[in-house]
Antibody, heavy 116, light 110 residues
Framework: EVQLVESGGGLVQPGGSLRLSCVAS????????MFWVRQAPGEGLEWVANIQENGIEKSYVDSVKGRFTISRDNAKNSLYLQMNSLRAEDTAVYYC?????????WGRGTLVTVSS | QSALTQPRSVSGSPGQSVTISCTGS?????????VSWYQQHPGKAPKLITY???ERPSGVPDRFSGSKSGNTASLTISGPQGEDEADYYCCSYAGDYTLVFGGGTRLTVL
């Protein structure tokens, strides 16, 4: 059974940092692109970033470029999102998903709250 | 990276068909046949309903179907059921390895 479990969310002050993790199981992790999507409270889905199977190719939505870094450790079946210089508008549930053009499996998400 | 445009809400009864539109541009929906649709119930993670415009993952009922014409993609639900009441999001490839979502549509089953 494919499973994706996010962790690392929490309350952080504006300007602070947070590192999200997503542990995958039930499939061959290094055969798949992975991506992060976020959802602000009461709002819609927003694609954040993705990463190629080998970790070389990465892309970001403009609003997080230079602040967020996506990475992965295939030996640990893990996906990461390092978030720096956090802003109030980054407050959201962050989901990890499997795939490149399509997310066929999603985690349950982890909540990030940026507030003083 | 502008969000795709969806109606905020639609409604329909089990005896009807309901269609949700998703309008993009020549840079995303109009250029690539990589449109997917997701269903999200309150407090839950999104679930893939259709992909590559018309394809349906195993286990998704065949009352869900996707299509595309020009810069607009559509999701049609033929005879929506009570369990279909949810938010629906379209998503398109936008080039340079990026994706863009629509703003979401709330489906109410009458």
């Amino acid at each position: 059974e494919v499973q994706l479990v996010e962790s690392g969310g929490g309350l952080v002050q504006p300007g602070g940092s947070l590192r999200l993790s997503c542990v995958a199981s039930g499939f061959t992790f290094d055969n798949y692109w992975m991506f992060w999507v976020r959802q602000a409270p009461g709002e819609g889905l927003e694609w954040v970033a993705n990463i190629q199977e080998n970790g070389i190719e990465k892309s970001y939505v403009d609003s997080v470029k230079g602040r967020f870094t996506i990475s992965r450790d295939n030996a640990k079946n893990s996906l990461y999102l390092q978030m720096n210089s956090l802003r109030a508008e980054d407050t959201a549930v962050y989901y990890c998903a499997r795939g490149f053009l399509t997310g066929d499996y999603w985690g349950r998400g982890t909540l990030v709250t940026v507030s003083s | 990276q502008s969000a795709l445009t969806q109606p905020r809400s639609v409604s329909g009864s089990p005896g009807q068909s309901v269609t949700i539109s998703c309008t993009g541009s020549r840079s995303d929906v109009g250029r690539y046949d990589y449109v997917s649709w997701y269903q999200q119930h309150p407090g839950k993670a999104p679930k893939l309903i259709t992909y590559d415009v018309t394809e349906r993952p195993s286990g998704v009922p065949d009352r869900f179907s996707g299509s595309k014409s020009g810069n607009t993609a559509s999701l049609t639900i033929s005879g929506p059921q009570g369990e279909d009441e949810a938010d629906y999001y379209c998503c398109s490839y936008a080039g340079d390895y990026t994706l863009v979502f629509g703003g979401g549509t709330r489906l109410t089953v009458l």
